[in-house]
């Protein structure tokens, strides 16, 4: 299935019900070798990492996972976008998923 950064994985009970069925559905078919029709490359990351953008009830939610990180597909980061431009992730997000990432990456060696 699919394996949660502790951090991550208490920023996503935050959202509301109905946001986090949406979500877990799509992590469900990424873990399944899909991809959700609300799910997108981060390129501003790496390959094989991706962000699952949900608009619900005017607010917008993200969640990140990275595929190929062991044997597990891997949540990286949740949060609520706050930003009032753009649909571009925030800078400070991307340091805070790289830095997830590499953590990841480091304690799965």
């Known amino acids: 299935m699919f394996s949660w950064i502790k951090a991550a994985r208490k920023a996503f009970t935050r959202f509301p019900e ?11 078919i990424a873990a399944e070798g899909g991809k959700a029709d609300n799910a997108k490359p981060l390129k501003e990351i790496s390959s094989g990492v991706l962000e699952i ?7 917008a939610y993200r969640v990140v ?3 190929h990180v062991g044997v597990d597909l891997w949540v990286i980061h949740a949060f609520q976008k706050k930003s009032t431009h ?11 998923i790289r830095s997830r990432l590499k953590y990841l990456e480091e304690w799965l060696k």
């Open 65 to 67: 996972y990275a595929l």
């Open 53 to 59: 953008a949900l608009s619900y009830k005017g607010n």
């Open 86 to 96: 753009g649909i571009r992730t925030p800078r400070h997000e991307i340091r805070l």
């Open 18 to 28: 109905g946001a986090q069925s949406i979500c877990l559905a799509a992590l469900t």
